[in-house]
């Protein structure tokens, strides 16, 4: 998987969003809101490639979190991110 081209993490108003820019973006009219952990693994994963199992490493050796619970929060937050179009596989 990969963040779409255009997708910028941004710190607006002392919020963590996304924001798309750029002409390919040009139709994206969300401004995507991220907690410090989904940002944190967005500034992890930013122009590379990753997989769930990317996320669960990051998870578990950044935050004291077992492997079970980093995999089904790293699960839901792809299926959220891959919903709102800011991913690919």
Request: charge should be negative; hydrophobic fraction near 45%; aromatic fraction near 8%.
């Amino acid at each position: 998987m990969k963040i779409i081209e255009g997708f910028k993490l941004r710190n607006v108003a002392g919020q963590t969003v996304i924001t798309g820019e750029g002409l390919k973006q040009i139709d994206f009219n969300k401004l995507i809101s991220l907690n410090p952990t989904a940002a944190y693994l967005w500034q992890q994963i930013e122009d590379k490639e990753f997989t769930v199992e990317t996320l669960v490493e990051l998870l578990t050796s950044h935050y004291e979190v077992d492997e079970a619970t980093a995999r089904q929060d790293a699960e839901e937050i792809l299926q959220q991110w891959h919903a709102v179009g800011l991913i690919e596989a």
